[in-house]
């Protein structure tokens, strides 16, 4: 059993509006695997049936193997979009609750919230009120509540959001530890530089569609184009920018270099490898950069939404 | 996974530690008995404010109607001009004057009585006046007539009728009076709640959608859970609420009543004022055995498992019609278009209750309401010190319970749906497609 979570052709319907359509998603235990698609693509629709917040109108989940049970919302954490706490209640009074709903008793939850306490640098906030808060600090909070039952599952719906960039840093790591401790990760962002950096696996929702799935290096690796970055110097630029250009595909590069006077990028054929463009450009130029370019969360992203 | 202990645990320790309501609780009570020592205190005053009022009689036979009583002083005038006996009111300072002309015989008199004064007089003054005027009157023309005013007064009887039921047990019209005062204070009672209560778990649940933790919660248990622990929450601090209010209510009233030495049985509600007409034909010893016996006759058991019943029953459907509500909207200026639905079959219930109980506990239209399921708790718990069969109560009861399955099933529907709602302001329209959701 290598997937903690799939999802089998689950379809929703909100009256007309059909929110969610045949999706079909496998998540491997272990891994971050980014949620991905456009606002109202139907991720939110997607999330809320993992949790059992709202029910498909067919299609099943499948947790471990075994379909969704009410008792599997102890094995979940789910940090939603659109969060908040209760206001007046106390800091510690209020993750006490969370955390015993969540099915932990008050003893266990009360060392676990120490733990994360000092982990996230948080001192006596105990007593104090959520609204006595800031913002940063209190997604601190937030965040606490998602992991303090320790679920296989985590789920974040765009995490970082209301962060400073130490703080965002701080969760990040928390949550590549987690990972790294056996859990599993369901992220949902639409910070692609965060998708580059965090996961293994994305699926693009669009239109209530999933639209592309898999490995986010085997999605890279469908989605790039033969293309390569090169950085020549030759005493004739024109020249061999012109024979280059007789036979490649070529368009303008712009990359940071110290003194290359030809910035290219060139698109082989299908047949061509880079080694033929290798040797018919050690002929003449002198090659200072070589790069395949390869496509980025944001290319892949963009690309996708446009074409469908 | 059962977590409505919790729910209800931190809804009731949310409530009952809110600032706001700790101060209700305690100064409520404070400010009612303030109220009423006020109001006392003052219409004693009011009462013991000492007239005197100067009467000229230029007839001879009118001024003996009038003898001193507790507040007010009459001065009778005879042989003086109007101009004198003027100058004499005004002299002593006198509350007024009151002036019958001389007249050719009495029907003229009619026409020919004023009162004098610097104040205008109120109308219980006048109407005083005028009664004493006419029964003198009325006496005077009857011996013209040769009628003896003592045989009138001898043949004056009063009855109280004796009132049994075929199985033999005795009534009287102070046990109507007694039924009708604990009938109308469980009902009110009802209403009370549910408009105060009802509309703090309505608010409770906006709160949680507008603070957005709403999400995270029913990710961890089922809406109907959530809504039900908010529900019997609040409730329960509710009833702590009201068992304080009881509680100091009778404290502070004893010692107000003790300090001040008023007897504050003085100021009288218009129940009060009817128990004591009816008091007023029978004589005291009647009385003391008259109340014991009405409050044995009374159902007590029936009435108090009844109320425990209908006052639970009543209170959850009405207040799963208001968790809905807080469901659908996003704050609490959206809530007024669903309100008027709710409130009104309260008021028709205790109309109902005021109107028709009172006049025919058994009549068709308090039968009718006292089934109708958002009108029965009121209704019934008002018609059952008049003794209702319990077949009636129990089906009453099955058909109260009945809907408030189905409006809890419908709330939850609503409730479900609502809570991730945001943004739009709902319609009916709108709240019927969430059913089918």
């Known amino acids: 059993m290598n997937n903690l979570l799939v999802a089998n052709s689950v379809s929703k319907s909100f009256g007309n509006f059909k929110a969610l359509n045949e999706v079909s998603i496998a998540v491997p235990k272990g891994s971050i695997f980014g949620l991905l698609g456009p606002n109202g693509a139907g991720k939110t629709t997607l999330i809320r049936i993992i949790n059992q917040i709202t029910m498909p109108d067919s299609g099943q989940v499948l947790l471990d193997g075994q379909p969704l049970k009410p008792m599997n919302i102890r094995d979940i954490g789910y940090l939603p979009e659109e969060r908040g706490l209760y206001k007046s209640m106390k800091v510690g009074e209020q993750v006490l609750y969370l955390a015993q709903l969540k099915g932990l008793s008050k003893q266990v939850a009360r060392e676990r919230l120490k733990y994360w306490f000092d982990k996230l640098d948080i ?83 669009h239109k209530s569609n999933k639209v592309l799935d898999g ?39 712009t990359f940071k270099n110290l003194n290359d006077d030809i910035k290219l990028n060139i698109k ?34 963009i690309q996708t939404v446009k074409n469908n | 996974m059962n977590h409505l202990p919790l729910i209800i645990k931190r809804e009731y320790l949310n409530k009952v530690r809110n600032r706001s309501f700790v101060v209700m609780t305690f100064l409520s009570p404070i400010i009612m008995i303030a109220l009423v020592a006020v109001v006392a205190y003052l219409s004693q005053i009011n009462n013991d404010k000492k007239r005197s009022i100067t009467i000229l009689d230029e007839t001879g036979v009118i001024a003996e109607a009038f003898e001193n009583t507790e507040n007010t002083t009459y001065t009778i005038l005879s042989d003086t001009g109007y101009e004198t006996a003027k100058e004499l009111v005004k002299a002593k300072e006198d509350f007024g004057l009151l002036y019958i002309k001389k007249a050719s015989d009495t029907i ?46 001898a043949s004056k009887t009063t009855i109280n009728i004796g009132q049994e039921t075929f199985e033999g047990e005795k009534t009287s019209k102070i046990d109507s009076y007694l039924k009708l005062a604990f009938g109308g204070a469980a009902g009110y009672l009802l209403f009370m709640f549910i408009i105060i209560y009802g509309n703090m778990i309505m608010r409770s649940v906006i709160e949680e959608k507008t ?51 008023i007897d504050l049985m003085q100021i009288q509600s218009p129940q009060q004022q009817m128990i004591n007409q009816a008091m007023a034909s029978s004589d005291a010893q009647n009385i ?68 028709t109980v009172i006049e025919d506990p058994h009549g068709t239209v ?27 109560q129990l089906l009453s009861f099955a058909i109260l319970v009945f809907t408030f399955v ?11 749906v609502g809570i991730l709602m945001y943004g739009k302001k709902p319609t009916y329209k709108e709240l019927f497609k969430w059913l089918k959701y």
């Open chain 1, 123 to 205: 001192g006596d906030w105990w007593n104090k009120k959520i609204q006595e808060l800031s913002k940063g600090q209190a997604q601190k909070i937030q965040f606490i509540v998602t992991v303090i039952h320790t679920p296989k599952l985590l789920i974040f719906d765009e995490p970082f959001s209301g962060f400073d960039p130490i703080n965002a840093s701080l969760i990040k790591d928390e949550i590549l530890q987690l990972r790294d401790e056996g859990a599993t990760v369901i992220f949902s962002t639409h910070r692609m530089e965060s998708v580059e950096e965090m996961c293994d696996h994305i699926a693009l929702i």
């Open chain 1, 268 to 301: 082989l054929p299908d047949e061509t490898s880079s080694n033929d463009l290798l040797s018919f450009l050690t002929s003449k130029a002198e090659i200072h950069h070589f790069v395949e370019v390869i496509p980025s969360a944001n290319d892949i992203f």
């Open chain 2, 108 to 153: 003229n008199l009619v026409e020919s009585v004023n009162f004098y004064s610097d104040e205008s007089p109120s109308v219980s003054i006048i109407s005083n006046l005028e009664r004493r005027i006419e029964k003198r009157l009325s006496d005077i023309k009857l011996q013209n007539d040769g009628v003896d005013i003592e045989q009138i007064r």
């Open chain 2, 406 to 416: 189905f409006t809890v099933w419908f709330a939850a529907k609503i409730y479900r």
């Open chain 2, 211 to 261: 603070s957005r933790i709403i999400e995270v919660i029913i990710s961890s248990v089922k809406p109907i859970q959530l809504m039900m622990g908010k529900i019997i929450g609040t409730s329960l601090a509710g009833i702590t609420q009201f068992l304080i209010w009881i509680i100091l209510g009778g404290v502070l009233l004893f010692m107000v009543s003790a300090i001040f030495g």
């Open chain 2, 288 to 355: 003391a055995q008259d109340l014991i016996a009405g409050f044995v006759n009374l159902p007590i058991l029936n009435l108090c498992v009844a109320f425990l019943f209908f006052f639970i029953g009543g209170y959850l459907l009405y207040s799963s019609f208001y968790a809905a509500i807080g469901a659908a909207v996003d704050n609490e200026t959206d809530t007024q278009q669903f309100m008027m639905p709710i409130i009104m079959p309260l008021v028709l219930a205790v109309y109902v209750g005021v109107f």
């Open chain 1, 215 to 253: 490995k986010l290096t085997d999605v890279k690796r469908q989605f790039k184009t033969n293309t390569f970055e090169v950085g020549m110097q030759s005493s004739n630029p024109e020249e061999v920018t012109r024979i280059i250009k007789e036979k490649f595909e070529v368009f303008p590069a």
């Open chain 2, 366 to 392: 308090s039968t009718i309401f006292s089934f109708i399921p958002l009108t029965s708790p009121v209704v019934m718990l008002m018609r059952i010190p008049f003794g209702v069969p319990i077949w009636e």
